[in-house]
């Protein structure tokens, strides 16, 4: 590969992991892979935004000490949020994920291009490999905002892969396990190698709200405990206060890290009015978070079985994420599935590694434009340049901070995960969402035969069977098309991108629901409008295809809201289906709707904490109900009986308790 000098810079390519928790950044160029300095002498930064007074964003490290005195003004967790049809609340104002994550993603190239002196000539991005083509499509969207044109997507594990291999060489067939725990979530994914690179196998699994946080939090409630609950009786409404809350969960992350390397920790506590040490062996921690890691391996063994490969048929599982440094997760992963494990001194570091070189290995975009449409692309918000194309190429074996591999790669090499697409396939112009509508309506009428309508047609039937959460998919390769590239040059492929298809999809679909909505509704009514320019009312004796639709379908119809509480958060359906049960944390208390009437059937308190996940045991006689706070002072399990909607006990927890699985009694 051909590496460019563009006044007196050496040309380099991004890697970008925008993980739940933090961000991290790296580069390739000629001859190394290493990470960038985001903070201040650190490589990550925290995934969090901050509304300031005027309105603008800040990103970065700086976001931890405003969120001690304005903690309402502070964003997090927003990745995993994606897709998400309620905004983020700053500052009592309503702002989409889209838009958070664009201005995070836009402040890092601003800052990387500032050290570096030029842009990146290509960006990838990572993302979660349980995401679907909608999830994919909104990611998209927002790299477009930031001012990213053509950004490789690909996934987390995909990266974490391609790192692996870039120093150890996996032959074909051969498979490896992904194991990701950080610091707000764990995923597992199976992939396996093939003669195009590696491909996902089976169903990737994901767990939210488990990872590095958790095990901070604790190490605080530990913390509350040894000095007799004194954290509880804190008065949160003193500045004062919330700065050394503040400061405490700082030195509970160090703990933990501290940790990783040594057998025993002892880190100071400055409370108001109050100063002491606390003591913390490994052996008690690994206790705390013992339970959480046994959940992540049962997961891990779900996707095992998913992708039907044996633990023996494992060449290694990679153990990614910060918190896979603990060791404890090294051992009980090997223990229980009797296989090599591999983690990095800094797994943190491996899923950006390997989104660099991925990115290092595309084929060289193009120079022919002038300096300055490359420097304004990443000047502002929405003002996008043209972006360079690179195409697939598989996994390099070459050593990591080392000559990268530059063997010519297949002109038409299929990617090697077929369910992201690369840059190159990413057409010249966007068709516009009215005239995607407009083509979409047609085809439903049965009008412009061709190619292009049926391609239309398919994607409208595609979008309307789709879940309202997206699931875990492959897309099947488009047809083949080929067209002549600029100057006559050499034909590309050319293919929708998720976000088109999207679009597309949901005009076609709303076109079809019209018409049958109009074809139904229509032969009911004597009165019924038909359309004008010059269109004949078709005969009554000769039905058209569009009016033969079969018997009368019922219309969903959303019915009267039903007031539930101010602060709604988990629903738990019964299942008998007859009654929900909704956890509202702020007010303590779970609401209970009858689903036949609509209405509240009691109101339950809680009071030993806020509520969070419910789960109904498997004959709906018994609700679990996990509870726990924001200071990590709460952690208990509640048994109600739904007879009565009474709390019948309280189950102690030695840490946040997350969403419980209920077992069946074997007999």
Known sequence: MGFRFRGGTVSYNLGVDLGTTFVTAARADTTTVGMFTLGDRSVVIPAAVYLRDDGTLATGQATGSLAVSSPDRVGRGFMSRLGDAMPVILGGAPYPVTALLSGLLQDLVQKVTKIQGEPPDRVVLTHPARWGPFRRALFDEAAHQAGLENPRLVTEPEAAAAYYAASRQLGDGE????????????????????????????????????????????????????????????????????????GLRQGCVLAKEALSADTETTFPVFLPGRRFDVH????????????????????????????????????????????????????????????????????????????????????????????????????????????????????????????????????????????????????????????????????????????????????????????????????????????????????????????????????????????????????????QTWPPSGSTRPSTSAPTAVAAVGPELATPALGVPVQVGRTPSFVAVSPDGGHAYIANGDARVITVGDTAIDQVAATIPIAAGPPQFLTFTPDGRTLYVTIFNDQGTINVIDVLDTASNAVIATIPQPARPLHPTVTPRKP
Do not use: W
């Open 280 to 527: 913390l062996a490994r052996s008690d921690f690994e206790d705390m978070v013992r339970g959480s890691i046994e959940s992540t391996i049962r997961t891990l063994s779900r996707t095992l079985q998913s992708a039907q490969v044996e633990p023996a048929d494992l060449r290694a599982v990679l153990l990614v994420g910060g918190s896979s440094r603990i060791p404890l997760v090294a051992r009980m992963v090997s223990a229980e599935l009797g296989c090599c494990t591999v983690v990095d001194t800094h797994p943190q570091h491996v899923v950006a590694l390997g989104a660099a070189t991925l990115a290092s290995h595309a084929s060289p975009p193009q120079h022919d434009r002038p300096q300055h449409d490359r420097r304004q692309r990443y000047g502002r918000q929405h003002h996008r340049g043209h972006a360079s194309r690179g195409t697939t190429a598989p996994i390099p074996t070459a050593t990591v901070n080392a000559v990268l591999d530059a063997r010519p790669q297949q002109r038409d090499a299929q990617p090697p995960i077929p369910a992201q697409r690369p840059a190159d396939v990413i057409p010249t112009q966007r068709t516009p969402p009215q005239e995607a509508r407009a083509a979409a309506a047609r085809t439903a009428l049965g009008g412009g035969a061709g190619p292009d309508a049926a391609t239309m047609q398919t994607s409208a039937l595609m979008a309307k069977s789709r879940p309202a959460h997206p699931r875990p998919t492959v897309d099947t390769p488009l047809p083949d098309t080929r067209h002549v590239g600029p100057n006559g040059g050499r034909p590309r492929r050319f293919a929708l991108t998720d976000r088109e298809r999207v679009l597309i999809g949901t005009g076609a679909a709303v076109a079809l629901a019209g018409i049958i909505v109009l074809a139904i509704f229509g032969g009911r009514n004597d009165t």
């Open 175 to 246: 498979t490896i396990a992904v194991y990701d725990l950080g610091g707000g979530t764990f995923d597992a994914t199976v992939l396996r190698q093939q003669p195009g690179g590696v491909q996902i196998v089976g169903k990737p699994e994901r767990i939210e709200r488990l990872g590095g946080s958790d095990f901070d939090e604790a190490i605080l409630s530990y913390v509350n405990d040894t000095v007799g609950g004194s954290l509880t009786e804190l008065d949160t409404r003193h500045p004062q206060t919330l700065v050394a809350l503040a």
